[in-house]
């Protein structure tokens, strides 16, 4: 096998043709670059070739096409299975994996790649699979800058896509980290929504409110990252103390509708925490604290 030969006939490459790889590629065509497509099973390539993909008959075939090589396989061992066979081809191009996986695996990659000569990018798709194309969805990036700089536009067409850094651990910090951020919003909304379902409140109609609300949570979160920086909680949004006594309200009143309380008792104890560790007349903000000391002592 030749390295790197000249004769690529596309912009990029998508491997692995699963729910997230298919709306890559999607994404890719429909802002119009060539695209060239494998997947092991190989009929799901067939919508992608009706708009206008190119088939490669082998992984060593898309990775030639193009000097842009995406992998979305469900996991590291499998995009090492897949590309160890052919990684003289990756010379001189630049690998982007959107697989999931852990820091280490990223680092792992990243080392491997560079030592076949192809620039690394590993990456993480954080708005699931509805939204790619569109500018609202979230891709986070981190590895070779030069790399993200060389097909910035390219990866701009699976929405907004973002560099982290150099280190390519970072895209899957930041994709564990916002996946426990969503989930800690959604417990929270799937508890308001059976609160409020308790009192005869529609989940839709609750839902409408309950986006009003959004902006203001989210205007904590950069307030409340300036006072972590600078390790003072004020208590402009109120003490740990003055919370603690309204998520007991909470908690009574789920108890009392019958509902289940593991959110409102998880919301509870990080507050408790934050007290028993002399934070009751701090801000919010105060909890982070035993959330980084790991303090279990409540
Ligand atoms: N789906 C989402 O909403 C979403 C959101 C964020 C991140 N992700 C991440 O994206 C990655 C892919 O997820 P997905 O939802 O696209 O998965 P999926 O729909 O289950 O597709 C898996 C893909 O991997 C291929 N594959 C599996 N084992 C293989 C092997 N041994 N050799 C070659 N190909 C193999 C499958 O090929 P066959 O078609 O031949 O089976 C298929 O193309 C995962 O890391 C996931 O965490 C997904």
């Known amino acids: 096998m030749s ?39 190989a009929a799901k390539a067939d919508a992608l070739v009706a708009q206008g993909a190119v088939r490669a008959a082998t992984v060593d075939d898309a990775v030639a096409e193009s000097p842009l090589v995406v992998v979305c396989l469900p996991d590291y061992a499998t995009v090492s299975d897949l590309l160890g066979p052919v990684a003289p081809r990756l010379r001189g191009r630049v690998l982007v994996n959107l697989t999931s996986g852990t820091p280490e695996d990223a680092a792992g990659m990243a080392s491997w790649a560079a030592g076949h000569g192809a620039g690394y990018l590993d990456g993480a798709a954080m708005s699931g699979t509805r939204l790619v194309g569109r500018p609202e969805a979230l891709f986070v990036f981190s590895g070779s800058p030069e790399a993200f700089a ?106 009392a509708h019958g509902l289940g309380t593991d959110v409102p008792e998880l919301f509870g104890s990080l507050l408790d925490r934050a007290a028993v560790t002399g934070h009751g007349s701090s801000g919010i903000a105060s909890v982070i604290e035993t959330i980084t000391k790991g303090e279990r002592n409540a």
């Open 3 to 41: 390295e790197n030969e000249n004769h690529e006939q596309s912009t990029v490459s998508v491997i692995g043709l699963g729910q997230m790889g298919t709306r890559l590629a999607q994404a890719f065509l429909t802002s119009g670059y060539a695209t060239t497509v494998w997947n092991r099973s």
């Open 150 to 255: 060389t097909h910035r536009t390219v990866l701009a067409s699976l929405g907004n896509s973002v560099h982290l850094g150099a280190d390519p651990a970072l895209a899957p910090v930041y994709d564990t980290a916002l996946f426990g951020l969503a989930w800690g919003a959604l417990a929270g909304f799937y508890h308001a929504v059976a609160l409020g379902g308790s009192a005869g409140v529609d989940p839709v109609d609750f839902a409408a409110v309950a986006m009003e609300h959004m902006p203001f949570v989210t205007s904590l979160m950069s307030d409340h990252a300036r006072q972590i920086e600078d390790g003072r909680f004020s208590d402009d949004d109120g003490t740990v103390a003055v919370h603690a006594a309204a998520m007991e309200h909470l908690l009574e009143t789920s108890r």
